[in-house]
């Protein structure tokens, strides 16, 4: 299939396909990423593609499956700020210290980049590289990277503070 092709084929879809996505996900900056990850797979595929008899259900299918991984990936992020006990079950503290550094944290992990901010959670979550890798589509050295920065950024943070 030429770029040509994929253009007439599959672009006229995106406005249909972002509201689909808005729909689910409730989010516009949410929405416009699933779009987007799904024109990238589609690109990918675009040899597969060529005889597709009805794209405009394949497309649909492929963005329900996207946004379903993305809401599950923002549902753990929300059990993160749930679980308070389990961020600092490793010493006893008093309930002022412990609101405080719970405090801490959410604000430092506010001010981080959404993509960031997305990946650490995930490994705060219990997440191994590898499923952050495909559910992110970065790599797992970039997702190495990317966490061992923050952590030295968090230690330099945590210690000005």
Known sequence: MTHAEFKQKF???QPMLFREAYKMLCDRFEAEDAVQNLYLRLWEKKNELAHLAAPEAYCRT???NICIDRWRVLQKELELFACDEELH???PMSTFEKNDEEEFVKIYLDRLP???RRVV???MNGYSYGEIEEITGISGV????IISRLRKKFREYYNDK
Do not use: D, G, K
Not at 142 to 145: E, F, G, K, P, T
């Open 62 to 64: 492929m963005l329900r």
């Open 114 to 116: 959404q993509l960031q």
């Open 142 to 145: 970039n997702i190495r990277v």
């Open 121 to 123: 959670l995930m490994r």
């Open 11 to 13: 672009m006229p879809l």
């Open 89 to 91: 079950s490793e010493a």
